[in-house]
């Protein structure tokens, strides 16, 4: 019953292996003000990201989230085109980025309009095409919510109402972690269908298990990352969490990429991250901590498709 939504169609979570639930295939961080903001050449993209996909599917990845929303350069076209060159499940989300990506046309809108677009999204297709969103991307400044990052909160628990999908939330820290809980709990959101993106920015583990017993999802999805995010913290951060008992309720991502319009062949900045670190160096450390196979697949298979998956609404 239960299924990821990809943008080739619903594909049920049984069929599925290791899931990558936090990842870039094309990004555009000008802003939506910017000329040309958010186009770019599904071939040119294709070129540079077909060797990186082809590596990951070799490797194992049956599916792959990517997370850049309305806001930052999402491109459905982009993403039909690389569906259509991967075996790998792509998932292309909808939602809206932090306060300063927001485009002035939603500037102005109700969460419930913004919700009833989000729906639509999800439920009908993503700017004219037959591709749905599966899931739903928010994002909050650092010392945010702001009071329009509460009102896409809101909108997002609206959306998550209608049609099961989860949300995820771009987050630093613990203290907007928390801060975002106490929004989505004042709105009567199912925890369960909640991801707090960039967990391992909150160094504390008191602060991670005080979020996984309110129910959500925490993402580590640094990994790989090692110009971001020190590798042997957040592998200390995971394994305390698992310690303490709390494996349902960790992801695992890198948060790599992508193509990047306006920049030299599309590599951004920073240098161009495949999507194999977890494979080939973080399961390999899981293991030597004395992790067994059946966690391992629980983090990477089992938690991933029940985090991602439409489950059937309640009544
Ligand atoms: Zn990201």
Redesign the pocket.
């Known amino acids: 019953m239960s299924f990821i939504r990809t943008v080739k169609g619903d594909v049920p979570i049984e069929s599925l292996g290791l899931m990558l639930p ?1 990842e ?1 295939l094309f990004v555009d961080l000008r802003g939506p003000l910017a000329e040309g903001y958010g186009q770019g050449e599904p071939q040119a993209v294709s070129d540079l990201l077909q060797p990186y996909l082809d590596h990951a599917q070799a490797l194992g990845v049956t599916a792959l989230v990517d ?1 850049a929303p309305i806001g930052v350069g999402r491109n459905i076209a982009v993403l039909r085109h690389l569906a259509n060159k991967t075996p790998i499940h792509i998932v292309a989300p909808t939602g809206i980025y932090k306060e300063a990506f927001i485009p002035p046309d939603k500037l102005g809108h109700t969460a419930k309009q913004l919700a009833a677009e989000w729906i639509n999204e999800i439920t009908t297709g993503i700017d004219g095409s037959e591709s749905r969103a599966g899931f739903i991307k928010v994002a909050v400044s650092d010392d945010g919510p702001t009071p329009l990052e509460v009102r896409n909160l809101q909108a997002a628990v609206l959306a998550s109402r209608a049609t099961r999908a989860t949300v995820g939330c ?1 987050t630093i820290g613990g203290a907007a972690a928390l801060r975002n809980l106490d929004v989505l709990e004042a709105a009567g959101h199912d925890m369960r269908r909640f991801i707090w993106i960039h967990a391992h920015t909150e160094p504390d583990i008191r602060i991670h298990i005080e979020a996984a017993r309110r129910g959500i999802y925490l993402e580590f ?1 640094a990994i790989g990352a090692v110009n971001w995010h020190p590798q042997d913290k957040l592998l200390q951060s995971v394994l305390a969490l698992l310690e303490a008992g709390w494996v349902d309720h960790i992801l695992l991502s890198h ?1 790599a990429g992508w193509y990047e319009p306006g920049q030299p062949g599309g590599v951004p900045a920073g240098g161009f991250r495949g999507y194999t670190a977890l494979i080939e160096n973080f399961i390999p450390q899981l293991r030597a901590n004395g992790i067994s196979e059946t966690v391992i697949h629980q983090l990477t298979v089992t938690n991933p498709a029940r985090a991602m998956a439409f489950l059937p609404v309640p009544p």
């Open positions: 936090h870039h997370c771009h999805d948060d």
